[in-house]
């Protein structure tokens, strides 16, 4: 089934995701986070889009981008080939490093912009892996203010409201980090109506009645086509008719476990 557009950011500004597959780690050791950062740069070259900030984890990169020449899509596709292209020749694997299909969410108010930096930059903290965000060594908040080759200051701070970068870079996160744990609220949702209609693409089914009717496999990759455009199971248990629990059975059913 052909997939939903992606929404497009009126600033043009951008939080991407890029997951390793399966949860895989993405990283091993620290020469694969200088080649990943060293891929961001080619990357911005190539594409003239802009680094707002990023944070590098184990499985796992947060990323802030406006995107001004090539579209978004074609920015993160540009980094990944590269990145895993090096990484699969480096440890001799094969197949895909990251998962499918990435996250890229708009960013268009300025409160929701700085929550978003708050966000992205506690990410270490909140896994427990660093004291404070300005500590840890893959991430842009610890080269805030100090001049970076990667990320454009000059240009986040003119997105930004006056004195809004002066004051995140004043800011010391204690290793609770218990005010930016929670994700940012984003301004486009689906509706119901708009899910029960994926849900019927991805499977055939019209009414809860139909789609617990299917056979196994067909109800898993809907509920996975589902879940990878970041769809709650709490709003997939609406359409389907299945409790939440149910959503997430049905999401595992077939799948090898990690053991096997």
């Known amino acids: 089934m052909p997939r939903q557009a992606r929404t497009p950011a009126e600033s043009g500004i951008y939080h991407v995701v890029l997951r390793g597959v399966n949860r895989d780690a993405i990283f091993l050791e620290d020469e694969d986070y200088e080649r990943f950062l060293?891929?961001?740069?080619?990357?911005?070259?190539?594409?003239?889009?802009?680094?707002?900030?990023?944070?590098?984890?184990?499985?796992?990169?947060h990323l802030v981008l406006r995107a001004v020449g090539e579209p978004i899509g074609a920015v993160v596709r540009r980094l990944g080939v590269r990145y895993a292209g090096w990484f699969n020749r480096k440890y001799g694997r094969v197949g895909h490093l990251f998962q499918d299909r990435f996250v890229s969410r708009p960013v268009d108010t300025d409160e929701y912009l700085i929550h978003l930096l708050r966000y992205v930059w506690s990410n270490p903290v909140k896994a427990g892996i660093a004291a404070s965000a300005e500590e840890y060594r893959w991430s842009s908040r610890r080269d805030l203010g100090r001049g970076s080759t990667i990320v454009d200051e000059r240009a986040l701070a003119g997105l930004l409201p006056d004195g809004a970068l002066i004051m995140l870079r004043s800011e010391r996160w204690p290793a609770s980090a218990d005010s930016f744990t929670a994700e940012p609220a984003y301004r486009e949702r689906l509706t119901d109506a708009q899910v029960a209609s994926l849900l019927r693409e991805a499977s055939g089914a019209r009414s809860p009645t139909e789609f617990g009717s299917l056979d196994q496999e067909t109800r898993r990759r809907a509920v996975h086509e589902l879940r990878t455009r970041s769809i709650s199971y709490a709003q997939i248990s609406r359409v389907t008719g299945l409790s939440i629990t149910g959503v997430r059975r049905v999401q595992v059913a077939g799948t090898p476990s990690r053991g096997a």
Request: glycine fraction near 4%.
């Open 38 to 61: 060293a891929s961001l740069v080619r990357a911005k070259a190539a594409a003239g889009c802009l680094v707002l900030a990023y944070c590098l984890m184990t499985n796992h990169v």
